[in-house]
């Protein structure tokens, strides 16, 4: 096998990994799935969630392996100047992520409130409620990741794992919001006409009257 199509192989395996995690991840967290697990074995899902992150975790190790451990062309490499600015970015976006975590209840993102307290219920248990970047995005973790991954340098297989994991996150996105919209309706769907989904811009966002306003109207409803 010439070098050519061993690199062509690895290609398709790493892509081929990463649909495969995402189809996953993509079923268990829909909720015709949720629904069926409740309807069948209702004692299964105060774990589910918990179960999810788990597997999600699991799941992601063989992509994110192939995508370090494979050798492909440098496509480009960040240097002088342009690289301390992207290294700013990534920086300034993992600090971000570690600040927004005090808006979420981790329990109830882990899974782990659900299964002590038995909770069978398939709809989220947190309620509606809009952080600092919420105002801004409506999924500010995705924005992140998107500023984090692309401010890499990049060879082939990084490159297609980001552009895979970008193409995820715009549908991935779009999926997360069936759900959103099931949960919360027409408060949901006016904060969507409001605020971009991605990336921020300047005359779309949220003043601090404005989102409590919109929490308001959840605990009205």
């Not at 395996?13 to 268990?28: D, K, R, T």
């Not at 999600?56 to 370090?68: E, F, G, I, K, R």
């Not at 919420?134 to 552009?163: C, E, K, Q």
């Amino acid at each position: 096998m010439s070098a050519a199509d061993l690199l062509n192989s690895q290609v398709l395996i790493l892509i081929g990994a990463w649909l495969f995690y995402f189809l996953i991840h993509s079923v268990l967290a829909s909720l015709p799935v949720k629904r069926i697990v409740a309807g069948r074995w209702p004692r299964m899902m105060p774990a589910y969630r918990l179960f999810f992150n788990l597997t999600a975790l699991l799941l992601l190790v063989p992509p994110l392996y192939l995508t370090y451990r494979l050798n492909g062309p440098w496509l480009w490499r960040w240097s002088g100047p342009a690289g301390w600015c992207a290294d700013g970015m990534a920086l300034i976006a993992i600090a971000l992520f570690c600040w927004t975590l005090r808006y979420y209840d981790s329990g109830e993102f882990i899974g782990l409130k659900q299964w002590r307290g038995k909770v069978a219920s398939v709809e989220d248990q947190e309620r509606f409620h809009l952080s600092p970047m919420h105002r801004f995005v409506r999924h500010p973790w995705y924005s992140l990741g998107l500023v984090l991954i692309w401010s890499r340098d990049m060879n082939l297989p990084f490159l297609l794992t980001a552009v895979v994991i970008t193409l995820y996150f715009l549908v991935g996105s779009r999926l997360e919001e069936k759900k959103l919209l099931a949960y919360h309706g027409s408060v949901y769907q006016r904060y969507r006409e409001r605020v971009p989904a991605l990336l921020p811009t300047p005359w779309r966002y949220l003043s601090r009257e404005d989102a409590a306003e919109f929490e308001r109207d959840v605990d009205r409803g």
